[in-house]
């Protein structure tokens, strides 16, 4: 399972993934989802993209399918795009200008199985889907087998 040592609980959760002002009411649907617990990661590669994974659990998939079709943006500042091809139940949004590193923000979220993922995916300058669809892509594939779920065939 997870290292107890990257388990994050609810409130790390809420301060680590929303805004102070909607803080309280994501706290509060998360408890009615049946928040379990979180862990986290988050990487820079060479070329200068970046990553940031929460996985999610709830006590059931309702949950996860709940908290992955809610707001994508933890940024009001964001257009919602459409889906990822390949990976059932996904929603994307992109941030609508660059962070204070001159970083476009992209997020996608997506149940597997009783797990939400919540990924942000960090380019310069641009919103790189192509990244963000690989990254996300290889994340759905590992947790779906883990969890014996068969991943639909991509077209």
């Known amino acids: 399972m997870w290292d ?9 959760v809420v301060d680590g993934l929303f805004l102070a002002e909607s803080r309280a009411a994501e706290k509060g649907f998360l408890q009615t989802e049946d928040f379990k617990f979180a862990a986290e990661t988050n990487w820079e590669a060479k070329d200068g993209t970046g990553a940031e994974i929460y996985l999610i659990e709830f006590s059931g998939s309702e949950g996860a399918r709940d908290y992955a079709g809610s707001a994508t943006s ?3 500042a964001s257009t919602r795009l459409s889906t990822l091809p390949g990976i059932p139940g996904s929603t994307v949004s992109t941030a609508n200008s660059a962070d204070s590193y001159g970083d476009i923000v992209t997020q996608v979220r997506f149940p597997v199985g009783n797990i939400a993922v919540d990924l942000h995916y960090y380019a310069h300058a ?11 892509l290889a994340q759905y594939t590992r947790l779906a087998k883990s969890l014996a779920i068969t991943p639909p065939a991509l077209s």
């Open 4 to 12: 107890p040592g990257s388990i994050l609980g609810l409130d790390q």
């Open 126 to 136: 641009t919103a790189d889907i192509s990244g963000l669809t690989t990254l996300a």
């Open 74 to 76: 933890s940024d009001a």
